[in-house]
């Protein structure tokens, strides 16, 4: 077995002065710039039906946050209305500031340690089969809030058996101790966004690392040979299909499992613009393409995010689920 790929931790605090306030803005622009308009296949029906509203007045009800909300996402409807949604850790305030990115950025407050009770007990009331958990960056910190992931992973664990658990991990600096901690819990899904194509990476997240986030995604499948790895791509920043199929290449030359692929949306003026949208089927394309590459699952359409659908790549492919068919 090759050695553990160890990335220098990115440290620099001028490159990111942090807004004394919180803000969602990434860019000083023109207020009257135009927005392109969407194409049909982007358009949705929100769904406000009785499933999503007892899910918002849980969120309120615990103090917690999601990342439904926070990023502005276009299924926000779908999902909660289905009784399902991904939780945001670490507060709702980011150290970065990422500039597709609608999560507020900023100096963010002290981390509650309290949250992965309260995030344990939602996923109980919910009676989740599947739990999909994020978070904001924590770049103050050395472990990067780390063991608030773990201590939540076991708390599903001790409070709701047999249900699988996701993570959607930040870099931790490439602090290969921070992601040790996490993937000592047991995650069933150890996710980590590539987001971008390397040749956008610095305009796209310039606090972020091409190589930092490739170490993550192979690290942890060293830590963990069991558990699923996973990444997720948009399109639509800038890059061309040649790009795309390269960089799609490389995640799975890093033995990642699992693949999301979905259109990039403008979530205000203030961050980058859309290039271009991408068809539904060239979406198809990408999928027919990513699957003969081995990946064991791809989730490839235009309204697609990282935790689209993850409940179905649990079922299907996590060892959780399978014990559960063996006892059931």
């Known amino acids: 077995m090759c050695p553990l790929h160890i990335s220098a931790q990115i440290t620099n605090s001028k490159f990111n002065p ?3 306030s919180s803000t969602r803005d990434r860019l000083r622009t023109n207020s009257d710039s135009e927005h392109k308009r969407l194409p049909p296949w982007l358009r949705v029906k929100f769904n406000n039906n009785q499933a999503f509203r007892e899910v918002d007045q849980l969120m309120q009800t615990e103090g917690l946050h999601t990342v439904c909300q926070e990023a502005l996402c276009p299924n926000r409807g779908e ?14 305030v980011c150290t970065r500031a990422c500039k597709f990115c ?40 050395r472990d990067g809030g780390a063991p608030i992931f773990a201590m939540l992973i076991r708390r599903i664990r ?4 047999g249900c699988s658990v996701e993570v ?3 870099d931790f600096k490439g602090s290969l101790e921070a992601l040790k901690i996490v993937m000592d819990a047991g995650p069933d899904i150890l996710n980590h966004n590539l987001e971008t194509v390397p040749q956008l990476f610095k305009s796209v997240q310039p606090q972020s690392s091409y190589k930092v986030s ?4 192979i690290n942890a499948k060293k830590l963990d040979p069991d558990a699923l790895t996973k990444s997720g791509l948009m399109v639509g920043l ?3 299909l040649e ?3 390269e960089t799609i290449q490389d995640i799975r030359s890093w033995d990642v499992d699992i693949l999301t692929i979905g259109q990039y949306l403008q979530p205000s003026k203030q961050h980058l613009a859309v290039d271009r949208f991408y068809t539904p089927e060239e979406f198809e394309d990408l999928k027919s393409f990513s699957l003969d590459l081995g990946f064991k699952w791809v989730e490839s359409a235009p309204l697609v995010r990282s935790s689209y659908h993850a409940a179905d790549q649990a079922r299907a492919l996590s060892k959780t689920y399978q014990s559960r068919k063996k006892e059931g």
């Open 18 to 20: 942090m807004p004394a």
């Open 79 to 92: 999902c909660w209305g289905d009784g399902t949604a991904t939780f945001l850790l670490l507060g709702d």
């Open 102 to 141: 609608d999560v507020k950025h900023g100096r963010p407050e002290a981390l509650d340690w309290n949250e992965p009770d309260r995030v344990a007990r939602s996923v109980q009331l919910m009676k989740l089969e599947h739990a999909v958990v994020t978070s904001v960056n924590r770049d103050e910190r």
């Open 158 to 161: 001790e409070q709701h058996p």
């Open 168 to 170: 959607l991990i930040p």
């Open 214 to 217: 490739r170490d993550t995604l």
């Open 238 to 240: 800038g890059e061309n």
């Open 243 to 245: 790009q795309i199929k």
